[in-house]
């Protein structure tokens, strides 16, 4: 949990924790316990799991005070993935809206000329819309023209718990592009949400670590304490890295007579 002046700012919402839950692979009574653990203020949704007056609806897990995020998975195209976000804003669910356009079964990665598209269609039908989407900067500058709010590359393929293998692509986004970036997808490990914060990363999002974890309640534990100290790194300044050789830490002269 960020202080209040170091607020994460997603359209005109302040929010302190930059944690984001994923909910995919929870079900309604674990949701309340990761989200306790977590601290997030901010919970992604799959509209199909948003059954309005059925038995099990997914949205009665959330207390008040979470932001919902629905996303757009099933999407193949800018059209289905705008037609997810508006189901989702008359359920209740709000203006925010994570566009995920796949259409990639085996690998499952992110369709990045659809999610520009879908990007430019919700933003001007009012959505705040954060794109998921690969981390390519060509890609992220069309999407900050195109009006979103925030840019979410993937750390690794989805549920794979592979970590940060676009790091290095993670990085020129965080260093070219002036919005928040928020690492989704691959995440597996604590210190890995860490890294992300370190090099700049304004928020991780994390499903599949928490809920493969043995311990699911105190790996949302571990993630929220994780996240919290790389972004206190990363505004304290990190200290230089040496490329070769070393560097006594303590001077060694001027204590010792001889």
């Not at 000329?113 to 954060?130: Q, S």
């Amino acid at each position: 949990m960020t202080s209040d002046e170091d607020a994460l700012m997603l359209g005109e919402q302040a929010f302190r924790s930059r944690f984001i839950l994923g909910s995919g692979k929870f079900s309604s009574e674990m949701m309340r316990t990761v989200l306790e653990h977590s601290g997030a203020e901010i919970a992604t949704l799959a509209v199909r799991r948003a059954n309005a007056g059925g038995a099990e609806n997914i949205l009665d897990s959330f207390p008040p005070g979470i932001r919902l995020l629905p996303n757009t998975s099933g999407a193949r195209s800018a059209e289905e993935a705008v037609r997810i976000a508006k189901l989702a804003r008359e359920l209740g669910c709000g203006d925010f809206v994570k566009v995920e356009v796949i259409g990639d079964s085996k690998y499952l990665l992110p369709d990045n000329t659809e999610t520009v598209r879908a990007t430019e269609m919700l933003v001007d039908e009012g959505f705040v819309v954060l794109p998921y989407m690969y981390p390519d900067l060509y890609a992220a500058r069309a999407l900050a023209r195109a009006g979103a709010t925030a840019v979410m590359p993937l750390g690794a393929p989805i549920g794979s718990n592979r970590g940060l293998l676009t790091a290095d692509f993670i990085r020129i986004l965080v260093e070219e592009i002036d919005l928040p970036i928020i690492v989704d997808a691959g995440i597996g490990r604590p210190s890995e949400a860490c890294a992300a914060m370190e090099m700049g990363c304004a928020a991780v999002m994390a499903n599949t670590a928490i809920a493969t974890a043995g311990d699911v309640a105190a790996m949302a534990d571990a993630f929220r304490l994780a996240i919290a100290a790389g972004r206190a790194a990363y505004r304290a300044g990190l200290g230089r890295k040496l490329e070769k050789g070393a560097e006594a830490s303590s001077p060694l002269t001027g204590f010792l007579e001889r």
